[in-house]
């Protein structure tokens, strides 16, 4: 059975960075792009980025670039979305994904 | 980018009557690979999204088969023969032939009468 399990709830500061883990089983993790998703109360599904397992490259959505970093750790076949400089249109649930299978959401509040 | 317009906002159906949703994007997408990027995905309330139909028609595994895609080009649909009470939630469709970045439709809402 595919899995994808995310790490669990952060609770953060504006300007401060949260790294967010996607551990997967149940298949090769190299096989398949691995996305991360943005949700917001509320509203709909935004893609951030992806990273390939398979050689570390890295595709970011211009909304996010320069604040998003998207890793991926072969060893342990987890893959990672790092936020910066968070603000508080930042709260939402973010979701790792591959195209036929999604993580259970981490949700990210950033308050003063 | 390409833009996803899903059709209607949100729909109420009574059980075991059909409902269909409608997608159109920006841009073609159709590869030159000869394949249709076209997803179809349904978010439960509190859950995450499940994937339906990829590929414009094909249903993922375990999907029932009340569940059906189609289309072409910019233009697709996903018609639910019989709603029943565990299809309630929100329909995305996605397209990922260009990116980035992948895009989303806005959802469609589907609620029991």
């Known amino acids: 059975e595919v899995q994808l399990v995310q790490s669990g709830a952060e609770v953060k500061k504006p300007g401060a960075t949260v790294k967010i883990s996607c551990k997967v089983s149940?298949?090769?993790?190299?096989?398949?792009?691995m996305h991360w998703v943005q949700q917001a109360p509320g509203k709909g599904l935004e893609w951030m980025g992806l990273?390939?397992?398979?050689?570390?490259?890295?595709i970011y959505a211009e909304k996010f670039q320069g604040r998003v970093t998207i890793t991926a750790d072969t060893s342990t076949d987890t893959a990672y979305m790092e936020l910066s400089s968070l603000r508080s249109e930042d709260t939402a649930v973010y979701y790792c994904?591959?195209?036929?299978?999604w993580g259970q959401g981490t949700l990210v509040t950033v308050s003063s | 980018d390409i833009v996803m317009t899903q059709t209607p906002l949100s729909l109420s159906v009574t059980p075991g009557q059909p409902a269909s949703i409608s997608c159109k994007s920006s841009?073609?997408?159709?590869?030159?690979?000869?394949?249709?990027?076209l997803y179809w995905y349904l978010q439960k309330p509190g859950q995450s999204p499940q994937l339906l139909i990829y590929?414009?028609?094909n249903r993922f595994s375990g999907v029932p088969d009340r569940f059906s895609g189609s289309g072409s080009g910019t233009d697709f649909t996903l018609k639910i023969s019989r709603v029943e009470a565990e299809d309630v939630g929100v329909y995305y469709c996605?397209?990922?032939?260009?990116?980035?970045?992948?895009?989303f439709g806005g959802g469609t809402k589907v609620e029991i009468k």
């Open positions: 994904a591959t195209i036929q299978s």
């Open positions: 149940g298949y090769t993790f190299t096989d398949y792009y």
């Open positions: 990273v390939d397992p398979e050689d570390g490259e890295t």
């Open positions: 841009q073609s997408l159709l590869h030159s690979d000869g394949k249709t990027y």
């Open positions: 590929e414009v028609s």
């Open positions: 996605m397209q990922s032939i260009q990116l980035p970045p992948l895009t």
